[in-house]
């Protein structure tokens, strides 16, 4: 898989610079708030890089990156909910490479999902932040004898998950009510990078789940092979969307604390080395001569080997983490 079949590099670029103007409108940097890492709760942080204004610094004690201080929740929903970049992310970004990301991401996801469901019939299984169903829309053709509930604040999207014979909440997973103990298997996918709150965020999500229930997310890993090498000029650190970056070892802290086990962390993505070449090659980002070699010269059989064993070491920004309520 290449980025470009996933997220069109041009689009891309308008849409974070449309983002950089809704910054500037949206958001008063008086009224942030200050915060602890959101994985360990520590106040130990190392400085590290400002980005559109926003502060971003590492935990010392568990390393994981993040921005401090912050917007509030109030002011992130209203960002999500009303600016233009948002708007042109769905209609614009999103929608013209939604079939191939069909193909490419969400049909493999649920492949794997539906390996982990113990009975193959009368499962609850929901999705937070499902957007336009297509996860389930996908889990549901390979399980079809399951109840199927996307948690989605957006009505508009929540409108097109039941035009899917889809059941859908029309909320934030913070603010659902009346679902504690529902789900045989909870999903999340892309999200945790993005909360105020995380430890609030999981602690609901884990009164949701059913005992012996699954959890399954997928985030950045801010110790990940493209956002170590490229770091504040990461497209992948895109304030004020990306507000925190865990990595296996913090994101299993934060886990076990609200109370998950058996959590299992893997980094399996596919783009990692794709988009460090992409930044070298079209962007002119320079990193140094090893790394400018390998973008111009490798063969594309070393350049797999390369993303391979970025993998198999679990150094890959694409993180996906499985846990079990007890």
Known sequence: MKEEEIRKRDLFDKYLELVEKDVKDFFDFRDFERTSCPACRSRDLKGEFEKLGFAYGTCRK?????????PSFETLRRFYSSSPSTDFWVNKFFMPVAEARREKIF???????????ENRSGNVIGDVGAGFGLFLEELKKISPRNRYIAIE?????AEICKSKGLEAVCSCLEDTDGLEETFDILTAFELAEHLYNPEAFFSKAYSLIKPGGHFIMTT?????????LLWDDSKSVTPPHHLNFFNPASIGLLLQRVGFSDIEVSTPGKLDWDIVEGMIVRDGIDLGRFWNVAANELKEEDKKA????IVRCNLSSHMRVVARKC
């Open 62 to 70: 568990c390393s994981t990156l993040f921005v401090d201080p912050r």
């Open 220 to 228: 950045l890993n801010g110790k990940g092979f493209d956002i170590l």
């Open 153 to 157: 604040p957006s009505l508009e999207m």
């Open 107 to 117: 049909k493999p996801r649920a492949e794997y999902v539906s390996g982990l469901i």
């Open 306 to 309: 390369l993303q391979e064993w």
